[in-house]
């Protein structure tokens, strides 16, 4: 029987990113589903002080939606969905970046809805809590002010994570470009820009919503490293895998490579798409 892809989408983005994989998904025959977790899509806040010409002040106060949005809450949603996909035969879930978080507790939550877990330079916590890793030396190539050049606000007051995507600060967009998508064009960095939604949630989860071998571990699961990632390195990646390797030596990571940045393989999906196919074909 035909698997259904369950895609999860990463910090700042939603289900409309994931557009051209679908498209690539779809033409080699495969069934997916793209989901905008809680505060995503069309339920994120685009407040009128961030359109042109813009409102600073304005957009540093005003409210957003996915304020009080917990991991919890992603998780739960994400459990609806894969319930609902579960119905129509096997389910591959597959998470990129942030929304590997969201992957696994609904994997530690519910590892029956799950026929195979896909990480594409994700974060699948094994032993620290996702904020520590940050700290670590895999992370220390990583330009963590980044974000802090179009910051909008006080996360504390705002109660959530908001940056100014639509900034025309050169050295924030050198920055953003570098960080996700230093191998594509200009115009590609930019479109992929606007796809981005200004708010996120604050909520990294605990040392209770890391990997659980006794759940999340039997579950049949992929890495999908990206060689060129400067957001998630490949030395964390690596330490991502082989923490699951160890976890559960019994069921260890398939290990499939793509060339590119952190946002490549969603620009030019192809790659991506027939990696995916490979694995339907082992499930269905």
């Not at 339920?43 to 009080?68: E, N, V």
């Not at 990294?204 to 400067?230: C, E, F, M, N």
């Amino acid at each position: 029987m035909q698997p259904t892809f369950v895609l999860v989408h990463g910090a700042f983005s939603n289900s409309f990113a994931f557009a051209p994989l679908q498209a690539e998904l779809g033409l080699l025959g495969h069934r997916s589903v793209a989901v905008d977790l809680p505060g995503h899509g069309f339920a994120a806040t685009y407040t009128r002080a961030y359109q042109t010409p813009q409102d600073p002040a304005g957009l540093a106060a005003a409210p957003g939606s996915i304020k009080g949005v917990t991991l919890a809450d992603n998780a739960a949603h994400l459990i609806g969905i894969l319930e609902r996909a579960k119905r129509n035969g096997p389910v591959i879930l597959v998470s990129h970046s942030r929304g590997g978080m969201t992957a696994t507790v609904a994997a530690n939550a519910r590892p029956d809805l799950i026929d195979r877990i896909v990480y594409v330079s994700a974060w699948c916590p094994v032993d620290l809590p996702v904020g520590d890793y940050y700290a670590e030396p895999e992370m220390a190539s990583v330009d963590s002010a980044a974000l802090g050049l179009a910051l909008a606000g006080n996360p504390a007051e705002l109660g959530l994570l908001r940056v100014n995507f639509r900034t025309a600060d050169p050295d924030a967009l050198a920055a953003f470009k570098a960080a996700f998508l230093a191998d594509g064009t200009e115009e590609e960095f930019l479109a992929f820009l606007n796809t981005f939604q200004p708010d996120e949630n604050l909520d990294t989860g605990t040392s209770d919503d890391r990997a659980q071998a006794g759940t999340w571990g039997r579950i049949p699961k992929t890495y999908v490293r990206l060689a060129g990632d400067a957001s998630l390195p490949l030395a964390l990646q690596d330490r991502l895998i082989r923490e699951g390797n160890a976890l559960t030596p019994q069921n260890p990571y398939d290990v499939r490579t793509l060339e590119g940045s952190h946002l490549k393989w969603l620009v030019d999906p192809a790659p991506a798409a027939r990696v995916l196919g490979e694995l339907a074909a082992q499930a269905g």
